[in-house]
T-cell receptor, first 111, second 115 residues
Framework: GDSVTQMEGPVTLSEEAFLTINCTYTATGYPSLFWYVQYPGEGLQLLLKATKADDKGSNKGFEATYRKETTSFHLEKGSVQVSDSAVYFCALSDLDRDMRFGAGTRLTVKP | EAGVAQSPRYKIIEKRQSVAFWCNPISGHATLYWYQQILGQGPKLLIQFQNNGVVDDSQLPKDRFSAERLKGVDSTLKIQPAKLEDSAVYLC?????????????FGQGTRLTVV
C-alpha cells in the first residue's frame, strides 16, 4: 500500500544553518505530497504541498520538489530560525485514499 | 475562519474505563477524520467520514472504539473499555472534500493517558 518514509530525528541545528529533511514515498498512483508541521502543544498545520511531478511547494522559506523519478519530496530551508523548532511530517494523499503520514522528524534549532 | 475544535484537551483515565472525545469541524467541510498519534509516530487514520457516512474504518479497533458523526457535522469518538496502549493524542481533522489535492485542517488534539 501507499506509504511514506522520512529521515529519523531528532535533528539539531544552529540558527542560520541549512536544513534538509528527507522523505521518500511508495504509491501505486500519482499522489499529492505534503509537509505538515506540528509546533509544541499544537495540532498539525500544512506547511506546503505539491500535486504533480516537478512541482515545487514553498512557504515561509521552506521548499520541497516533487521528484517522481526518485519518489522523493525532501524538505529544505536555507537558513533556519529558532522558531522553526517543531516536528515535521511528510504525507501523501492518493485518489480516494486517506492521507498517510511519515513518522515525523523533530527539529531543534539552537541560538 | 474558525478552525477545528476538539475537547477535552487532556484526559486521564484508568484502564477498562470509557472515554469520549468530541470534534467540531470547520463549517462546510464534508470530510472528517479521526487520527491516533502515538508518541514518536506519525498520525494513523482511525476513521474517515464523508458527511455522515463512513468512508474508511479499516484501522478502527471496532471491539473497543466507536465513532459517529451526527447530521454530518460534529463527531464523537469513544473508547470502551480503554487499554494502556490507547494512550496517545487523538487528532480530528476536516477537509472540504475527499481526494487528491485536498488539504486537511487539524484540531489541537486530545491527549489521552490510560493508567
Amino acid at each position: 500500500g501507499d506509504s511514506v518514509t522520512q529521515m529519523e530525528g531528532p535533528v539539531t541545528l544552529s540558527e542560520e544553518a541549512f536544513l534538509t529533511i528527507n522523505c521518500t514515498y511508495t504509491a501505486t498512483g500519482y499522489p499529492s505530497l505534503f509537509w505538515y508541521v506540528q509546533y509544541p502543544g499544537e495540532g498539525l498545520q500544512l506547511l506546503l504541498k505539491a500535486t504533480k511531478a516537478d512541482d515545487k511547494g514553498s512557504n515561509k522559506g521552506f521548499e520541497a520538489t516533487y521528484r517522481k523519478e526518485t519518489t522523493s519530496f525532501h524538505l529544505e530551508k536555507g537558513s533556519v530560525q529558532v522558531s522553526d523548532s517543531a516536528v515535521y511530517f511528510c504525507a501523501l494523499s492518493d485518489l480516494d485514499r486517506d492521507m498517510r503520514f511519515g513518522a515525523g522528524t523533530r527539529l531543534t534549532v539552537k541560538p | 475562519e474558525a478552525g477545528v475544535a476538539q475537547s477535552p484537551r487532556y484526559k486521564i483515565i484508568e484502564k477498562r474505563q470509557s472515554v469520549a472525545f468530541w470534534c467540531n469541524p470547520i463549517s462546510g467541510h464534508a470530510t472528517l477524520y479521526w487520527y491516533q498519534q502515538i508518541l514518536g509516530q506519525g498520525p494513523k487514520l482511525l476513521i474517515q467520514f464523508q458527511n455522515n457516512g463512513v468512508v474508511d474504518d479499516s484501522q478502527l479497533p471496532k471491539d473497543r472504539f466507536s465513532a459517529e458523526r451526527l447530521k454530518g457535522v460534529d463527531s464523537t469518538l469513544k473508547i470502551q473499555p480503554a487499554k494502556l496502549e490507547d494512550s496517545a493524542v487523538y487528532l480530528c481533522a476536516s477537509s472540504l472534500f475527499q481526494g487528491l489535492n485536498t488539504e486537511a485542517f487539524f484540531g489541537q488534539g486530545t491527549r489521552l493517558t490510560v493508567v
